[in-house]
């Protein structure tokens, strides 16, 4: 049962998004970097911490848009989990993790594919070892699109979704109004950078063939809103014809009712990125699939305690949501 009580101190959902970012002090985990080669010979980077025992769970995290392995949000979570003495993997999507990665395609909210690739490595490489996946925002809408594509077949036994965009039509309309007009500011100048430096790098060393679909993208001066980054780079380097058919294939609120495993999805109403009418109906929801929908948290915020004694409940919540669905799971296998 959920027990959060946002903090009084952070009032509304912009506070409680912007707290961490800017305010939470830095968690200096000692990390190993791991580099797995995906099925299409491109890569990804993957930050292991915490003890490694065949016997206790590994989590996966995932990050949001712009994120990366050390985003708060992370870094917090796998020090919580390492305290229950668990092992966690942080991805770094595509490019995410400080370097370009080799192909021009990058991420984006429908990248179950890759997702597919690291569960599969992890499974194949510790068969008998519990796994559970976590993901946040962007990476949340990944995970439940896996969720659904896989349905039973998925080697997970839990999963959990924060602050899921749902409808990505949606957030990319909701994110253009009022001041969360600010967060999409944000968002545009850290992709534009992504894309310039992709650009220079593969200018110099990336394939010939790669970096004419780069150029192919044109001038990005003129992008103003997500909607037009999805519509012109987005879609073309992906796969999809436009903005509106990304949108439709990959959002995750089509994916939710096929999904097998315990699952677990906390959302705000105050979110400032999400209409609280984009998340499902519960009556919509498998059984297995619980949503938390709370009145205060913002976006991957969900802050609680006093200014001076911070709480940050997704790191309460989470590991002993985890423990007790793995450990009904581990009953269930042993009856059967």
Known sequence: MSTFLA???LLGGHAQTLYSPFFRSGLPLARKRERMTLRDVDFVDLDWFGRSDDNTPCVILLHGLTGSSSSRYILGQQQALALKGWQSVAVNWRGCSGEPNRLACGYHSGVSEDLAD?????SARQP???LAAVGYSL???VLLKYL????????LQAAAAISVPFRLDHSAKRINQGMSKIYQARFLRDLRHYMVDKRQRFAIHG????YAKLLALGSLRGIATLWDFDERVTAPLHGFSSAADYYQRCSSLYFVSSISVPTLIIQAQDDPFL???SAPQPSSLPAHVALEFH???GHVGFIEGTPWAPGYYLERRLPAWLASTLSGAKQLASCA
């Open 139 to 141: 990476g949340g809408n």
């Open 275 to 277: 209409y609280p009418e």
């Open 128 to 130: 008998g070892r519990p």
């Open 7 to 9: 903090s009084r101190w």
């Open 207 to 210: 394939d010939p063939d790669e």
């Open 295 to 297: 009145r205060q948290g």
């Open 118 to 122: 690291v569960i599969g490595m992890l």
């Open 148 to 155: 659904g594509e896989q349905g039973s077949a998925t080697p």
